[in-house]
């Protein structure tokens, strides 16, 4: 089990923190405070966190939830970290842009949101913060396989860009991943009409029949 010593020189005024990991290696690392129960209690969720990734359970989401876990202990409650799920924020966020868009934008950002959703799949349950440039990369790809207008794509990016920039403003990602993928070239060619794939995604996110 964990436990505090000091250092036996001297040489800080900090608890140390001592303990094993999956592996039985003894390990110690400066909790960087002198307070005993503050330092104790890091201790022990170090603890637990190095045996779960010596299992390969300690995935990005499970650490921030210790580090959460140990900040609401620390500070009675009041604090803890912020971890949204993507599908979570991105569902959020657009139901907040609805009461502010008019009718023809707003099929616009449903499209663009519902779209990228579907193409995460299951990783829609993954922290907001796994999403990377790479992914966006590859929704444009699917787009332009799906024969989707430049100019539609570079909308359904924008858009995009818009949801995490948010994301980045409200601090819960340190980056805009969609900032890091350009925008299609080539302009689109001037017509009445939408392309079968864009007609599908509209009647997919049209919330009635009508």
Not at 2 to 30: E, Q, V
Not at 115 to 140: A, Y
Not at 200 to 209: F, M
């Amino acid at each position: 089990m964990a436990y505090l010593t000091k250092d036996a020189r001297g040489r800080s005024p900090f608890w140390l923190a001592n303990y094993t990991d999956a592996s039985g290696r003894r390990l110690r690392k400066s909790t960087k405070t002198k307070n005993r129960d503050v330092a104790l209690r890091m201790a022990l969720q170090l603890e637990r966190a190095a045996r779960l990734a010596g299992s390969e359970d300690l995935t990005e989401f499970r650490a921030r939830e210790l580090i959460s876990e140990l900040l609401e202990q620390i500070t009675d409650g009041k604090e803890s970290v912020r971890v949204q799920k993507v599908g979570q924020f991105l569902g959020e966020w657009l139901k907040q842009k609805r009461e502010l868009l008019g009718k023809g934008s707003l099929w616009t950002y449903d499209a663009a949101v519902g779209g990228f959703l579907e193409f995460l799949g299951p990783r829609v349950s993954r922290p907001l913060t796994s999403i990377q440039p790479g992914d966006l990369q590859s929704f444009v790809s699917e787009l332009k396989r799906q024969q989707l207008s430049p100019k539609t794509i570079s909308v359904y990016l924008k858009v995009l860009r818009s949801a995490f920039k948010s994301a980045r403003l409200q601090q819960l990602i340190t980056f805009n991943p969609a900032e890091a993928v350009d925008l299609p070239k080539g302009e689109a060619a001037e017509r009445g009409t939408f392309t079968p794939a864009e007609v599908s995604l509209l009647i997919g996110c049209a919330p009635t029949d009508d």
